[in-house]
């Protein structure tokens, strides 16, 4: 029923910044926990980072912490990850999520509901 859609990736230099975007169709958005996950090349997919419904609470992986920052604007049915700071390690594929149950956690199977993903590439 939720379909998602990124949006937003690209190619940056080291240092620079780059904002993420994840549209989401269909009414219950905002009784979903989101997050962010990624997969480097030739690498498992890893979680990034996680926002409650209501956006009060958010969890950070400690690759990532101090650097990117997700929010969510429940009226526009769309979550945001900020990434500042950015590294060569941190291009991969980058795929927003739902928690249908709503509640916020870090584990890659309470998410059921997955987009496609858009790529970020850190690079000279």
């Known amino acids: 029923q939720v379909q998602l859609v990124e949006s937003g990736g690209g190619l940056v230099q080291p240092g620079g910044s780059l904002r993420i975007s994840c549209a989401a169709s269909?009414?219950?958005?905002?009784?979903?926990?989101m997050g962010w996950f990624r997969q480097a090349p030739g690498k498992e997919r890893d979680f990034v980072a996680t926002?409650?419904?209501?956006?009060?609470?958010?969890e950070y992986a400690d690759s990532v912490k101090g650097r990117f920052t997700i929010s969510r604007d429940n009226a526009k049915n769309t979550v945001y990850l900020q990434m500042n700071s950015l590294k060569p390690e941190d291009t991969g594929v980058y795929f927003c999520?739902?928690?249908?149950?709503?509640?916020?956690?870090?584990?890659?199977?309470?998410?059921?509901?997955w987009g496609r993903g858009t790529q970020v590439t850190v690079s000279s």
């Open positions: 269909g009414r219950p958005f905002n009784n979903f926990a």
């Open positions: 999520a739902a928690n249908p149950g709503g509640w916020v956690t870090r584990s890659f199977a309470p998410y059921t509901i």
């Open positions: 926002i409650s419904k209501s956006g009060e609470i958010t």
